[in-house]
């Protein structure tokens, strides 16, 4: 089951949210459910099953940050994907901070909001991938969305994960056929994540655990191109 969960404290923009995600083909099985405020929301969540879009409003009643409560929801629901809706375009940076698929400008919510569920649904499979590695004769299945990046020491590539790391002998080559596209060769090295990068740089990329996976200079304009084009096709 596909629960389309909306946070949003105008009561008017939240009834025509549900309006509009309800004349949408979005899968064969899914469930709209709106709540105005946070804590009933996370609270009706944690008894359902199945994977989650979350359709937040960046901010909500007494300035309440809907940033913060997807920082709470990353954590609680890892299959699950968020669009920011918003019509203060001055918040936009502050995303940055949390996964998100989406960002939405409330004037454009007709034009964009197709698009948006339709990314999110997308980003929801590739969730759902799983890498099976060999290590030490015995098969491993790793989420892809839990990898951070992949690097290659002498003849091992080395997984990491937000709590563990990996040890196998196949080359970055076959491991990239295997993952989603948002994994990406960065060095001779290292391949990175897009989905857990805080900050680009000409040189390196700051994860999102404070972390940084270098960038060699064959592969900085590709990459920075790649990147680039990673994040304006959340907008």
């Not at 949003?8 to 709540?35: C, G, N, P, T, Y």
Request: net charge neutral; with cysteine.
């Amino acid at each position: 089951m596909l629960n389309i969960i909306i946070c949003e404290d105008d009561s008017k923009q939240r009834l025509m949210l549900e309006e509009r995600i309800k004349q949408l083909h979005i899968s064969e099985h899914h469930a709209v459910f709106s709540f105005g405020e946070a804590g009933t929301l996370i609270q009706f969540c944690s008894h359902l099953k199945g994977d989650f879009i979350f359709l937040m409003d960046i901010v909500l009643e007494n300035d309440a940050s809907g940033i913060e409560i997807v920082q709470r929801i990353d954590t609680l629901f890892p299959h699950s994907v968020t669009i920011y809706i918003s019509a203060y375009l001055d918040r936009v940076t502050d995303i940055f901070e949390t996964r998100h698929c989406y960002f939405i400008y409330k004037p454009e919510l007709d034009m964009r909001l197709e698009r948006a569920m339709k990314k999110a649904v997308e980003q929801l499979t590739n969730k759902k991938r799983t890498l099976t590695i060999q290590a030490g004769g015995v098969d491993i299945m790793i989420q892809s969305e839990e990898i951070l990046w992949i690097e290659r020491i002498k003849r091992y590539s080395l997984i990491h994960t937000k709590t563990e790391t990996y040890r196998t002998s196949e080359s970055f080559s076959v491991l990239l056929e295997r993952l989603p596209a948002t994994f990406k060769q960065c060095h001779r090295c290292f391949v990175v994540n897009f989905g857990w990068v805080k900050k680009h740089t000409r040189t390196e990329f700051i994860m999102k655990d404070e972390q940084w996976v270098p960038i060699s200079r064959g592969y900085s304009k590709k990459i920075g191109e790649e990147f680039q084009q990673y994040v304006y096709s959340a907008y």
